[in-house]
């Protein structure tokens, strides 16, 4: 069986071959997987927690896997969303520092991968020199796509030489096309949730820096401008966020009304 899973169409006869001979990727073990997966469509999970469970049940339906883990590339750069084992860790930032690796491709290239032996495949001779010692002998890799974005990728590592099949591969990319939807929705709920809390933050600090202006200007400062001015003049003096030059001025004329009133 050739080791290259790069190509759609080698893909494509994966997935035919393993209808063929029988395999039925939907067993229980993945149905119950795949269903826990969806559910989380409908909770307010966070990325960590979303990425998390999903290495952990491809660690769990996955046979001969000794680890797994998922990749998220963001604006942020490549990074290890999730991983099950610290050999899972390692592997990945090996790829990282290397620049090369079999999730990387699959990531890059949107296509699933497969290594039936680390040490005589030759398509990442770095990172197959680095990763051997640490006992990875077999990946399984698939990209995860949403709307035509690449997000990252999925990855099971194996200490077996040709621990993985074509039914694997089918299961994988089921995980893969569950978890991209997944990850796209939580994303997109983080990210709105940030922009809110983002435009709360700016609409406070708009008002808190307006009652500032208006506190300088009751004590003397001509116009808006000119308070304004002299809120970032004491700023910079200071060196803090001007925001925090006009919520500490408020906060003293409140503080010695305050203690007016009680006198």
Known sequence: MSQDRTSARQDDAGVASAGASGADPVSPELAEALARMSGLLLAHETVQTAVGLVTA??????????????TLVDD????????TDPVVEAADALQYEL?????????????LVRIDDVEHDG??????????????RSVLSAPLVAGGQRLGALKAYSTATGAYTEADEAVLRLFAEQASVLLANVASHESVQR????LKEALSSRD??????????AQGAPDE???FTMLSSASQRSNTKLV???????????????????L
């Open 195 to 198: 922009t809110a809390e983002q």
């Open 76 to 83: 942020r750069g490549k990074r290890t969303a999730a991983a």
């Open 123 to 136: 398509r990442w001779p770095a990172w197959a020199a680095a990763v051997s010692p640490a006992g990875v």
């Open 99 to 111: 620049d090369q690796g079999p999730c990387l491709s699959a990531w890059r290239y949107g296509q």
């Open 244 to 262: 925090e030059v006009a919520r500490e001025l408020v906060a003293s004329v409140i503080g010695r009304r305050r203690n007016t009133h009680d």
């Open 208 to 217: 808190v820096i307006g009652q500032a202006k208006g506190v300088l200007i």
């Open 57 to 70: 049940l491809i660690a769990r339906t996955l046979p001969r896997t000794a680890g797994a883990g998922v």
């Open 225 to 227: 401008d000119a308070a």
